[in-house]
Nanobody, 126 residues
Framework: QVQLVESGGGLVQPGGSLRLSCAAS????????IGWFRQAPGKEREGVSC????????YYADSVKGRFTISRDNAKNTVYLQMNSLKPEDTAVYYC???????????????????WGQGTQVTVSS
């Protein structure tokens, strides 16, 4: 059974950091792209960062470039999202999702991703 479990969310002050984890089970990440998406209250879900399986190519939304870093540890079947210099506008529920790399490459379009985690809340507030 394919399962993705996010962790690492929480409350942090502006300028702070968090590291989100997405642990996969029921399949191996070796051939799958992983994406991080977020949904803020009243807004549509959006792609934040995605990473391919083959060459580790990455995509970042303009709003997070230079602040967020996505990485993967295939040996642990886990993908991470390091978030630095957090802003109040980063507040959202963060989801990880997966899709075959051969289909999506490093694209970060949510309707192309098949399996989703339950999400983890990130709140940036003083």
């Amino acid at each position: 059974q394919v399962q993705l479990v996010e962790s690492g969310g929480g409350l942090v002050q502006p300028g702070g950091s968090l590291r989100l984890s997405c642990a996969a089970s029921g399949f191996t990440l070796d051939y799958y792209a992983i994406g991080w998406f977020r949904q803020a209250p009243g807004k549509e879900r959006e792609g934040v960062s995605c990473i391919s399986s083959s060459d580790g190519s990455t995509y970042y939304a303009d709003s997070v470039k230079g602040r967020f870093t996505i990485s993967r540890d295939n040996a642990k079947n886990t993908v991470y999202l390091q978030m630095n210099s957090l802003k109040p506008e980063d507040t959202a529920v963060y989801y990880c999702a997966t899709a075959p790399s051969i289909r999506v490459g490093v694209r970060c379009r949510l309707n192309e991703y098949d399996y989703w985690g339950q999400g983890t809340q990130v709140t940036v507030s003083s």
